[in-house]
């Protein structure tokens, strides 16, 4: 961007310059009638990790010389550090009037933005005017997670993976060391055995690590019927009663298992407060294993990666649950919007045209990334890496991921569309479901701060006395009002499956 500005006079500098600052729109097109037959305009929110790329209106402009003269539309970006969009930075900006035709909201329930009056709803612009996602819709619940009471607020994008499969990544070494036959699922006690071996053969090493953040995933299917499990789980695939998970039998016998494991050395001493992360425990050799969803890109690890070479041992089957609002973005159009309908038709572009996602993405090929001899996979420009590219920023949050350059070919299509079938094969009886929380916001905090009291003590085998701590635990959820929460997310339920 430098060496562009270069040639351009002292005032126009400054005024780029200002134009680029977080928090206002990077002012690429003029703002133009569609009745003048000029482009419209299209300010769309563009997050990134603290600083604005440094080549984000190199970007800007180039796509919007690929979409110009497809849907009379002109983008501009509205750059905003993520972690402001999760501290109440758009309730300001649109409480305020400020403009934004397309934004994203990042993994948090849309539900509140929809009661304060942000979003405008968008079953008749996507009917009019958005019908790769319609089609795609029928196929992927990306409406879903953002339908409030009937109506749609916004779009996520299709991912690369659906669906669930829990299980360890584990030091390839030891599979051959210790002679571990290859098997579709293995059970937690043969996981305890080969842990049990290797702390024998190398007793200053605790075979499995874990941090708070990613703590162990029981091996058996879960539910959180489009909330989390603070509002009620459906444990297995033909279940239709909704359960305190905490005072479930699976829980319990699950959580005595972990106890077991950290009394014999398996699990590190601290995990339940380590701030290590998994990265830096592994290269240490503090451990060579880890539980893990098993996608096809983290069943496999570098030496370079984690300190070794890996596999996946899988714990679960896999399956398909209902999606959390808080697991995806959605892509919505605020009430500030000037261009909804061009927001809209620039939203559909962005699913129907993979190059475009890409470009949103990972910027311009040949200067940002460059493809491979490898279908779908792409590599850095000869110079150029993820620290001193003008436009590296990896959040997802665009069209269909399916189709997404990626930097390792365990993340393409020929391993990922595998794994969603597999998964898909198995769905709970929630899928599809979503509970509106409504009404029941005090009670959910309340759950929510005593399963962050107990949940990640239990989970790392680091309660002495289990079965007590459960007892304790259960109290204090009921009098936080989980049977309450339960009892109206079930008869939402019992109401929807009636329906269908």
Not at 95 to 116: C, T
Not at 163 to 192: A, C, H, R, S
């Amino acid at each position: 961007m430098k060496r562009v500005l270069l040639a351009i006079a002292a005032l126009a500098l400054v005024l780029s310059a200002a134009a680029c600052a977080p928090g206002a729109p990077t002012g690429a097109p003029s703002d133009q009638s569609a009745a003048t037959g000029q482009p419209e305009k299209v300010i769309m929110t563009y997050l990134h990790g603290g600083a604005p790329p440094a080549d984000m209106q190199l970007v800007v402009d180039a796509i919007n010389r690929r979409i110009r003269d497809r849907i009379n539309a002109e983008i501009e970006y509205y750059p905003l550090p993520i972690f402001e969009a999760f501290t109440g930075k758009y309730h300001v900006l649109l409480s305020s009037g400020e403009r934004i035709d397309l934004m994203v909201i990042p993994f948090q329930n849309i539900v509140p933005y929809v009661d304060a009056g942000l979003l405008n709803p968008l079953d008749e612009l996507l009917a009019q005017h958005a019908p790769t996602i319609m089609a795609l819709s029928q196929e992927f619940p990306i409406l879903q997670t953002a339908t409030v009471r009937g109506e749609v607020y916004g779009v996520a994008p299709v991912n690369a993976t659906y669906g669930v499969q829990t299980g360890f990544i584990v030091n390839k070494d030891w599979v051959t060391e210790f002679q571990i036959p290859e098997k579709e699922i293995y059970t937690l006690d043969e996981m305890g055995e080969l842990f049990g071996a290797v702390k024998a053969k190398y007793p200053d090493m605790y075979p499995v690590c874990v941090n708070p953040n990613i703590l162990f995933l029981p091996p058996f299917p879960i539910d959180s019927l489009g909330a989390s499990a603070s509002s009620g789980v459906l444990i297995g695939l033909e279940s239709t009663q909704i359960v305190n998970l905490w005072a479930s039998q699976e829980y319990e016998d699950f959580v005595l298992k972990m106890r077991e494991w950290y009394e014999a050395g398996y699990i590190p001493p601290d995990a339940a407060t380590t701030t290590a992360t998994l990265a830096e425990q592994t290269n240490a050799g503090v451990c060579a294993a880890y539980p893990m969803v098993m996608e096809p890109v983290q069943t496999t690890t570098t030496k370079a990666s984690s300190g070794f070479e890996s596999v996946g041992m899988p714990t679960s089957i896999n399956y398909y649950p209902s999606l959390s609002p808080n697991g995806s973005a959605n892509w919505s159009v605020p009430i500030t919007a000037k261009s909804p309908e061009a927001a809209v038709k620039f939203l559909d572009l962005m699913y129907a045209d993979h190059e475009l996602a890409n470009m949103l993405l990972w910027g311009i090929e040949g200067k940002h990334f460059v493809k491979t001899d490898v279908e779908q996979v792409i590599a850095f420009p000869e110079g150029v890496n993820g620290q001193n590219s003008g436009y590296y920023v990896t959040y997802g949050l665009y069209g269909d991921r399916r189709y997404e350059y990626q930097w390792d070919v365990r993340a393409t299509r020929r391993f990922t569309d595998e794994y969603t079938a597999a998964n898909m094969k198995n769905p709970t009886k929630a899928v599809g479901y979503m509970f509106d929380p409504t009404g029941y916001t005090n009670q959910i905090i309340a759950i929510d701060a005593v399963v962050n009291k107990y949940n990640v003590a239990l989970l790392t085998g680091s309660v002495a006395d289990v079965r007590g701590t459960l007892e304790k635990m259960n109290a204090e959820l009921k009098a936080a009002g989980i049977d309450e929460v339960i009892a109206a997310n079930q008869a939402q339920f019992d109401a929807w499956l009636a329906s269908r």
